[in-house]
């Protein structure tokens, strides 16, 4: 029977090495969690939350699917939210989602994978919503970056749309929802620009992402 043992190895000499540098990390991280960041990105395994940013486990509160996706039936992503908002009080939300994402290929592909393009029709929605410009004649390797971004920018404004989300701006909390692109190829993040909080309506906010983008595209 395969019981992995290279990733038990590879945990102790993590472990290890971490206790090595700070003797007191585990024991602090074991009675307390207080991260001030809540990260909803892509299930893609190339893209692990916390090492790209540089901080450590505890300092971010991650949830992942394919395509970063985030919608009003989907009570797993709603329940991480809102434990993240009400009782972790984070100050920020981070979607990000990144190039090269199976799951857009998959939809400007017209690709059939099964069970999953049931999910991935909330991908196909964000294209119908942005045709005009996902259908401009560009490349299919920019209509798919194009796309990624399109929908990092619709994600971010469903969050904001969220119940937890504008309960907390209602009563004054400080939190800001933020839309992030990550490159697989250099492992660099963008900001697309659509940052958001109780300041302005969403929609002001997201129009002016969407005005960015095309332009940074030459779309318009």
């Not at 993240?84 to 990000?96: E, G, Q």
């Not at 969220?162 to 660099?188: C, F, K, N, S």
């Not at 993040?189 to 302005?200: F, G, N, P, R, V």
Request: glycine content about 6%.
């Amino acid at each position: 029977m395969k019981t992995l043992k290279p990733l038990f190895d590879n945990n102790r000499a993590w472990a290890q090495a971490t206790t090595a540098q700070k003797p007191d990390f585990f024991k602090t991280l074991k009675h307390q969690q207080a991260p001030p960041y809540m990260w909803i990105g892509c299930a893609d395994s190339r893209v692990p939350a916390n090492e790209i940013v540089g901080i450590l486990p505890g300092e971010m509160f991650v949830h992942r699917n394919v395509a970063n996706v985030v919608v009003h039936t989907d009570l797993n992503c709603l329940s991480v939210i809102q434990y993240a908002v009400d009782v972790l009080k984070v100050s920020d939300i981070i979607v990000c989602g990144h190039y090269g994402c199976g799951g857009i290929a998959a939809v400007m592909r017209n690709q059939r994978l099964g069970l999953i393009d049931n999910w991935l029709r909330h991908i196909q929605d964000v294209r119908r919503r942005h045709q005009g410009l996902v259908d401009q004649p560009i490349d299919l390797p920019t209509q798919e970056r194009l796309l990624c971004e399109l929908n990092v920018i619709d994600q971010v404004a469903n969050v904001c749309q969220t119940t937890m989300v504008q309960e907390a701006w209602d009563r004054g909390q400080p939190l800001t929802v933020h839309g992030w692109i990550y490159d697989v190829g250099d492992g660099l993040l963008k900001d697309l620009d659509m940052c958001t909080d109780a300041s302005a309506p969403v929609e002001v906010n997201q129009h002016a992402a969407l005005a960015q983008l095309a332009t940074r595209y030459g779309l318009v």
